[in-house]
């Protein structure tokens, strides 16, 4: 079945760098747009941006230019968030989701990220 | 942009009645483009409904949704105690945006 899952909760200091792992099993990971999302504690959701997954090139929300990059490695069908110059109000729940062609059909279980000095 | 407007921010629904959620676009939508959600606490969002009114899969019949235009409704039509939970409607056109989110609580 499809899945993906992704790295546990991080504890970052102000100024620090995270990186998130989201990897995919249960289909062809190339088919499929891997989407980002983040949600602060008690709000909604926030569409940070997508990453082909066939060709690697990323699109980026305009919240979320500059300081948050994508990637993958295909060879473990994993794709990776990594957030740098951390903030306090970068403290959130990010999932990632796969792209069913306008909705999302499956999520990661969610990483939280604290920020805390 | 286009700005997801959800109504009531609170439903509060006894169990075994109908829930019915409201979305409204600032502009009309295609309706391909138009999904649910349900998030329950702690768990991550889980797709219900995509392009307006097709269920995804595994989701029971009681959940229907509905629309046209800017206007978009999920309906629940016998509430399980399983069905409390906050729901979110979304649009994908280039970029994706959420409303504000429904909270479905027991009354």
């Known amino acids: 079945q499809v899945q993906l899952v992704q790295s546990g909760s991080e504890l970052r200091k102000p100024g620090a760098s995270v990186k998130i792992s989201c990897k995919a099993s249960?289909?062809?990971?190339?088919?499929?747009?891997i989407h980002w999302f983040r949600q602060a504690p008690g709000q909604g959701l926030e569409w940070m941006g997508w990453?082909?997954?066939?060709?690697?090139?990323?699109t980026y929300a305009q919240d979320f230019t500059g300081r948050f990059v994508f990637s993958l490695d295909t060879s473990v069908s994993t794709a990776y968030l990594q957030i740098s110059s951390l903030k306090a109000e970068d403290a959130a729940v990010y999932y990632c989701?796969?792209?069913?062609?306008?909705?999302?059909?499956?999520w990661g279980q969610g990483a939280l990220v604290a920020v805390s000095s | 942009e286009i700005v997801l407007t959800q109504s009531p921010g609170t439903l509060s629904v006894s169990p075994g009645e109908r829930g019915t959620l409201s979305c409204k676009a600032s502009?009309?939508?295609?309706?391909?483009?138009l999904a649910w959600y349900q998030q329950k606490p702690g768990q991550a969002p889980r797709l219900l409904i995509y392009?307006?009114?097709t269920r995804a899969t595994g989701i029971p019949d009681r959940f229907s949704g509905s629309g046209l235009g800017t206007d978009f409704t999920l309906t629940i039509s016998r509430l399980e105690p399983e069905d409390f939970a906050v729901y979110y409607c979304?649009?994908?056109?280039?970029?994706?945006?959420f409303g504000q989110g429904t909270r479905l609580e027991i009354k």
């Open positions: 249960g289909y062809t990971f190339a088919y499929h747009a």
């Open positions: 990453i082909n997954s066939n060709t690697g090139d990323p």
């Open positions: 392009g307006t009114s």
């Open positions: 502009q009309s939508v295609s309706s391909m483009s």
């Open positions: 989701a796969r792209d069913l062609s306008l909705s999302f059909d499956s």
């Open positions: 979304q649009h994908y056109a280039g970029s994706v945006t």
